[in-house]
């Protein structure tokens, strides 16, 4: 593994169901986030971690919930999906959540709820 | 509230200079990011601008006045590749980007 990756790249969910996109860095990085981008809108930021063991809420926390057991790790999971869900979603990390976070993102999860 | 506003859309010419400006109004300020996202991918890092001025890098530069909640990003001699979107994200008081939607630079030839 190099940097940051998703899964899956894609996926066609029926509402109603429950889902979890993974995403996993190999940079140790202390930061993560899951935003999610839908055309005419910025960024939006779903849920973060700080830290291992820690999680917090974004923008758009509802419908979301995301654990975060370990550096590595941050899987996002939809409870039970809806169709405003459909969107492309960016996991990011970053060496600390505060001055100079660059943020480097995975290749995203393109999402289509129906 | 907080607030990102830039162009939607700007159009230029193999070659040449353009500017992308951003105005933006957040809780608190820790300094200002610029990423560029080519359509389908992810966004990726350009520059950081955290004190008052230019800072350059190579063909991109970037300004920051604190004081306007401006900013701009400045591309030289445009490549077809430069095609993509920028997105201007300023850093707020809890440490968290504020991304605007973003300006999709289309370069002619």
């Known amino acids: 593994i190099a940097g940051i990756t998703q899964a899956p790249t894609s996926q066609i969910l029926a509402a109603g169901r429950r889902m979890t996109l993974r995403c996993t860095q190999d940079m140790r990085h202390n930061a993560m986030y899951w935003y999610r981008q839908d055309l005419g809108l910025g960024l939006r930021l779903i849920h973060y971690?700080?830290?291992?063991?820690?999680?917090g809420k974004g923008e758009v926390p509802d419908g979301y919930s995301v654990s975060r057991a370990n550096t590595d790790d941050f899987p996002l999971t939809l409870a039970s999906a809806v169709p405003s869900q459909t969107s492309v979603y960016f996991c990011?990390?970053?060496?600390?959540?505060?001055?100079?976070?660059?943020?480097?993102f995975g290749p995203g999860t393109r999402l289509t709820v129906l | 509230g907080q607030n990102i506003d830039q162009p939607t859309e700007m159009t230029a010419t193999e070659g040449a200079i353009v500017q992308i400006n951003c105005t933006y109004q957040t809780s608190g300020f820790n300094g200002l990011f610029w990423y560029q996202q080519h359509a389908g991918e992810a966004p990726t890092f350009l520059s950081y601008?955290?004190l008052d001025g230019l800072e350059e890098k190579g063909r991109f530069s970037s300004f920051l006045s604190r004081s306007k909640g401006y900013s701009y990003l400045l591309l030289k001699e445009l490549q077809m590749k430069d095609s993509a979107s920028y997105l201007c994200?300023?850093?707020?008081?809890?440490?968290?980007?504020?991304w605007g939607a973003g300006t999709k630079l289309i370069i002619k030839p």
């Open positions: 971690s700080n830290t291992a063991g820690t999680t």
């Open positions: 990011a990390s970053s060496l600390t959540s505060g001055h100079l976070n660059e943020q480097f």
């Open positions: 601008n955290v």
């Open positions: 994200a300023p850093l707020d008081s809890n440490y968290q980007l504020i």
